[in-house]
């Protein structure tokens, strides 16, 4: 590789527009998109509150407004932190409290808005962009192009904005990933150094990691399969010996590990359980094909623009990129050290692994797998960064023209997708609550509207990213399981939410009525009952 101690000026230039791009689409227009299933749930945990106790004062069929949830959406007077870990323990433990635990406090000094809670996702992203250079320059070290590079590309990657603009602590736990894996890298790099030079001692060289370890773990579960590609890279890369550095690393991994073992006891109760269902509430949904699954994910590092795979256009682009990134591994394996090239190979494959074999065996995946890809994503965003980097300034003048202009249409596709993101109020990964936009949209027309539903399945995430969306006349009335509610006749349309055949069925009957269904999507339905006169 062509070693370029100076930046080019249009490479510096480049790096400077989209950064300022990305900032303006991370903390600009937070509050236009629907807030979904998910991040309510996020609201829920900084509340301190439990599901229990919500259902208990909400879902017993008295009449509400859509400010009645906002008690359970964020900080108040009657629970603190404690309420908020406790609350995670109880009913969430495999989403540890340490995102949680700094939003509670960034609310206090924001308040409770969506544009509050989202704008600490976008502050933590901005942090992505020193540690990708971090890491890079561990990895490669040379050219300095490369790292500067990596920043460009990240800072327009539409998987990254996804989740920088989400309340929800993937954002954080990305800064992690990324951050631990350099501090790794640095560690081995200073107990390599030539006994002429004297490294800092190993509390010094290790601490970092360990910290950063630990801080990953109290974000996601998800870490211990980080913890573990880091383990076998190590054991790897020394061949299975056990001399001083390999100590050294697992010394700081066992330190590690008995810091996170209180939260750990508390969650290995449901730990398997999330191993296998990945966002439990979503698991009574149909699953997702595994391919379309995978080529989809892997084409929104570079390009996102929410469209179908049947979109021959996606097809075109997804297959491109597929095509990019696998030439990227493949010169990555060939042209680096095995230590450079084994890291990144492992960063992509290990971490996923508890996903994909499943998949494999069923051939398919379920709804909500996407952010625990992000280890992947980082791994294969960094392979294609070292692809162009080199290809940058190698070979012929019109070879390197090639590299250029693929390198600018890397970029001016996340922009693009950036741009497309940044207008839209709804996106992909909004899962349950992608259409909730247009069921409000039907209920806000009615003009004294009664929305009815009950707290099983999605419906009670469901129900409270709707209270965002609907006019302040909309009423709810919240039952437990499937009771037959009493109806005023001060409404001019009752509407039901993804009500069974069932319960349907008896409402029709008390009421002398139909239940007609104004809207249904891929998750939930939305009913009417029209009251007869008899009923009155």
């Known amino acids: 590789m062509q070693q370029n101690t100076i930046i080019p000026s249009w490479l510096r230039f480049l790096i400077i527009v989209l950064l300022v791009m990305s900032v303006l689409f991370r903390f600009f227009n937070l509050d236009s998109k629907v807030y979904s299933h998910d991040e309510t749930y996020t609201s829920l945990r900084i509340s301190g509150y439990t599901v229990a106790e919500v259902k208990q004062q909400l879902f017993n069929g008295r009449v509400i407004t859509s400010e009645s949830f906002a008690q359970f959406q964020g900080i108040n007077q009657q629970k603190g932190l404690s309420d908020t870990i406790m609350s995670l323990a109880k009913e969430d433990p495999q989403h540890p409290p340490l995102y949680y635990a700094i939003a509670r406090f960034w609310l206090g000094i924001f308040g409770n808005s969506v544009t509050a809670i989202r704008s600490l996702s976008a502050c933590i992203s901005l942090l992505v962009f020193p540690s990708i250079y971090w890491l890079c320059r561990e990895l490669f070290v ?158 929104r590092i570079f390009f996102d623009l929410d469209l179908v795979l049947d979109n021959n256009f996606n097809y075109l682009i997804c297959a491109f990129l597929v095509i990019l990134i696998g030439c990227a591994i493949y010169l990555l394996c060939r042209t680096t050290n095995y230590k450079v090239w084994l890291f990144i190979v492992i960063l992509i494959v290990v971490p996923s692994l508890p996903l994909i074999l499943p998949a494999l065996i069923s051939g398919e995946i379920k709804l909500g797998s996407e952010p625990y890809f992000l280890p992947s994503y980082l791994g294969m965003q960094i392979a294609v960064i070292y692809l162009l980097a080199t290809q940058l300034y190698n070979g012929s003048l019109t070879r390197r023209r090639i590299w250029q202009t693929i390198i600018a249409l890397l970029i001016i596709g996340g922009l693009v997708s950036s741009r497309v993101y940044y207008q839209a109020e709804t996106w992909w990964h909004k899962g349950v609550s992608y259409n909730n936009l247009q069921a409000a949209q039907i209920i806000n027309r009615s003009k004294r509207p009664l929305l009815i539903s009950n707290a099983e399945g ?79």
């Open 458 to 536: 999605i419906n009670y995430g469901n129900v409270f990213s709707l209270s965002y969306l609907v006019e302040p006349r909309v009423r709810f009335k919240l039952v437990n399981n499937q009771l037959i509610p009493n109806i005023s006749d001060t409404y001019s349309q009752v509407f039901f939410l993804n009500i069974s055949h069932t319960w349907r069925q008896q409402l029709a009957t008390q009421y002398q009525s139909p239940i007609n269904l104004v809207y249904r999507n891929e998750y939930y339905s939305l009913w009417e009952l029209r009251k007869s006169q008899s009923s009155r």
């Open 142 to 299: 040379v050219p300095l192009s490369l790292p500067w590079l990596a920043i460009a590309i990240t800072a327009v990657s539409p998987i990254y904005l996804i989740y920088a603009t989400e309340a929800q602590e993937y954002i954080l736990w990305l800064v992690t990933i990324i951050i631990s894996s350099a501090a790794l890298l640095r560690a081995l790099r200073l107990e390599s150094k030539p006994p002429g030079k004297l490294p800092p001692d190993q509390f010094t060289i290790w601490s970092l990691y360990t910290v950063t370890l630990v801080l990953s773990l109290y974000t996601s579960l998800w870490s211990g399969f980080l913890a573990i590609a880091h383990s076998i890279y190590v054991i790897t890369i020394f061949q299975f010996q056990l001399n001083k550095t390999v100590r050294a690393y697992l010394l700081a991994s066992i330190v590690a590990f008995f810091a996170f073992i209180p939260w750990m006891i508390i969650g290995l109760a449901k730990f398997f359980q999330f191993l296998l269902s990945n966002q439990g509430i979503q698991t009574q949904l149909a699953p997702i094909p595994l391919f379309p699954f995978l080529l989809r994910q892997i084409s």
